[in-house]
């Protein structure tokens, strides 16, 4: 092979690599061509969804979320238990706590009779939180779709890797670390529980706990629906002002010592995270575009792109 033999066949392998990386990349349009409606058809049902259920909106963002730190964004956790698969569903985590799997099926069944084997999974989720946040007035952000869907999932990553709601500020900080996500991120991202619920045996020690990080008043309260013994499952909304809107009071709360979970009250612990607590508890904006922000970057988190992964026709199951 001569020397411009050579260079021609170089250039044409340069171009096809590059052809390929750009084709496995995230984009806004990723179905303009392929299925138009799909971005409308995913919100409406998710709207319909959250307009029968308003708390549906925090399960719908939090299974995102628990989907994102295990494996990355690729809808590991919609998976059902099979002789070959441990499915997240049954992580300490998830079980009996995570939601919105429904939700995420019906949506996917309307979008696969619009356009059939198109639209992955892990996009319908990666939506879902959006406009789950949009549906009860949180911020909007710009979602990149081409996510692939796994045919993996791991119980024993889900266990291990979705941070405690018992956890130190040390061990948060890392666990958002080894995903790519800073601890400006992490607060940010922590602000989602302005809305949804808790079980008490997931806060009972705090409000039990006479410490001084925690409101006297604010503890008897939330005492009355949540036993020392007993009630385990007994639920409690993590914003008591304003439950079912998506603002900042969440950051208001932990200023006034008001925080339910040991891991959000926590944020208030060390300069670093108490700083941007502080900022969000005074300016609703900054934390809508902030939380907007490191949605987009967890939403990246390990996509299955190109030829990886695969397109479910239904979510709960390997095609």
């Known amino acids: 092979m001569n020397s411009f033999v050579k260079l021609i066949v170089v250039t044409f392998m340069l171009l096809l690599a590059n052809n390929m990386v750009c084709e496995a990349q995230l984009s806004a349009t990723f179905y303009a061509r392929t299925c ?3 971005v409308s058809i995913i919100r409406n049902s998710i709207s319909r969804a959250i ?4 708390r549906m909106a925090a399960s719908l963002i939090r299974l995102h979320f628990h989907d994102c730190f295990v494996q ?7 998976l059902d238990e099979t002789p070959t698969i441990q499915s997240e569903k049954t992580a300490f985590p998830n079980l009996n706590s995570a939601r919105g799997y429904e939700v995420i099926e019906a949506a996917k069944r309307e979008v696969e009779r619009a ?10 989720l990666t939506l879902a939180a959006r406009d789950a946040s949009v549906a009860v007035s949180g911020p909007s952000w710009n979602v990149r779709l081409g996510r692939r869907d796994s045919t993996t999932a791991s119980r024993t990553q889900a266990n291990t890797d979705l941070p405690s709601p018992f956890a130190t500020l040390d061990s948060l900080v890392s666990a958002f670390a080894n995903k790519g996500l800073n601890a400006k991120d992490m607060v940010a991202l922590s602000g989602a529980h302005t809305i949804g619920q808790s079980q008490c045996f997931l806060f009972r020690g705090r409000i039990y706990s006479n410490a001084t990080d925690i409101d006297a008043g604010f503890a008897r309260t939330r005492k009355r629906g949540c036993p ?5 499952t007994n639920l409690a909304a993590l914003d008591l002002v304003t439950p079912n809107s998506f603002d900042n ?4 709360n932990l200023v006034q010592r008001k925080g339910l979970l040991q891991s959000d009250q926590i944020l208030m612990n060390a300069p670093t995270t108490s700083r941007t607590v502080l900022d969000y508890s005074r300016n609703p904006r900054l934390f809508a575009s902030d939380f907007g922000s490191a949605m987009i970057k967890m939403s990246e988190i390990q996509p299955l792109l190109g030829q990886n992964g695969i397109i479910r026709k239904v979510c709960s199951a390997i095609n």
């Not at 356009?115 to 319908?124: E, L, R, T, Y």
């Not at 009071?249 to 208001?252: K, P, Q, T």
């Open 36 to 38: 138009p409606k799909a």
């Open 51 to 54: 307009s029968r259920e308003r």
């Open 72 to 78: 990355g964004c690729d809808a590991s956790i919609l």
């Open 115 to 124: 356009c059939p084997g198109v639209v992955s999974c892990a996009d319908i």
């Open 228 to 232: 020392q013994t007993g009630g385990d």
């Open 249 to 252: 009071n969440y950051f208001r």
